[in-house]
Nanobody, 110 residues
Framework: VQLQASGGGLVQAGGSLRLSCAAS?????MGWFRQAPGKQRELVAT???????NYADSVKDRFTISRDNAKSTVYLQMNSLKPEDTAVYYC????????WGQGTQVTVSS
């Protein structure tokens, strides 16, 4: 299974971005992690095939994860972006093993 992410970019604080990630095969849970310079990779949000979601406290009420099972695609709508959201965002998926997509850079300017 391959994961293809898209949608990163540069945005001002308070702005919005939408990330997408398409899987080439069947995936159970999908989600997003991020890694800022000098920091460990951290969970942002995950969603099960049935639609159960989980968010990091730092993004609750600002980010929304969703998925289209027919398209094997997961989305991350990011609103009210802050400079501390700046990171490389990685798409993640799992069935019998973990899969990672290529990172997409999100930069939020103050």
């Amino acid at each position: 299974v391959q994961l293809q992410a898209s949608g990163g970019g540069l945005v001002q604080a308070g702005g919005s971005l939408r990330l997408s990630c398409a899987a080439s095969g069947s995936i159970l849970s999908m989600g997003w992690f991020r890694q800022a310079p000098g920091k460990q990779r951290e969970l942002v949000a995950t969603i099960t095939r049935g639609g159960k979601t989980n968010y990091a406290d730092s993004v609750k009420d600002r980010f929304t994860i969703s998925r289209d099972n027919a398209k094997s695609t997961v989305y991350l709508q990011m609103n009210s972006l802050k400079p501390e959201d700046t990171a490389v965002y990685y798409c993640w998926g799992i069935n019998s093993r973990n899969y990672w997509g290529q990172g997409t850079q999100v930069t939020v300017s103050s």
